[in-house]
């Protein structure tokens, strides 16, 4: 597998949809915190998701997940992924965007790329393990993260 990019830059700036579930049920919601690399011999995709969040439990329910990429002309549509809970909506519909299902998950046909990713760990993110202004600045609500790591693979283009 050879895949080639700024990963420091391809969450931050162009954002990505992180999707779990299958064709009869899923969620999909906008990232902008993730991570790409190796871990314990595998290439992984680490992201993040609140445990408020309606993803989570999917992320929770299911062996693999996604994590899409866009093309600039999709950023307002990832903007609203990320800000409309699949609770209050039909963001599938309502997005434009049309799902497809790749391997044991789902994806969207317009995604530039997609990694079909196997969930390998879950781990919470513990307040006691960071410095006090990250705690301060992105969980005064207390609001916690969980990462997910995940071995990717597939690579879709």
């Not at 307002?76 to 990320?82: A, E, P, T």
């Not at 609500?141 to 990462?147: A, Q």
Request: net charge negative.
């Amino acid at each position: 597998m050879n895949l080639e990019l700024d990963i420091f830059s391809k969450f931050n700036n162009q954002w990505a949809l992180l999707t779990a579930g299958d064709e009869s049920n899923f969620n999909t919601m906008t990232i902008s915190w993730g991570s790409m690399g190796t871990l314990w011999n595998k290439p992984v995709v680490t992201t993040y998701v609140r445990k408020s969040r309606y993803t989570h439990d999917f992320m929770d329910n299911n062996d693999y997940f996604t994590v899409s990429f866009y093309p600039e002309e999709y950023k307002d549509v990832l903007g609203v992924m990320g800000s409309k809970s699949g609770r209050d909506m039909d963001k599938m519909n309502d997005s434009g965007l049309t799902p497809e299902a790749v391997a044991n998950t789902m994806t969207f046909k317009e995604a530039e790329m997609t990694l079909v990713c196997k969930k390998l760990c879950k781990q919470p993110i513990e307040a006691e393990n960071m410095p006090e202004d990250i705690k301060n600045a992105m969980y005064a609500d207390e609001d916690w993260h969980d990462m997910y790591i995940g071995e990717v693979v597939e690579v879709i283009k």
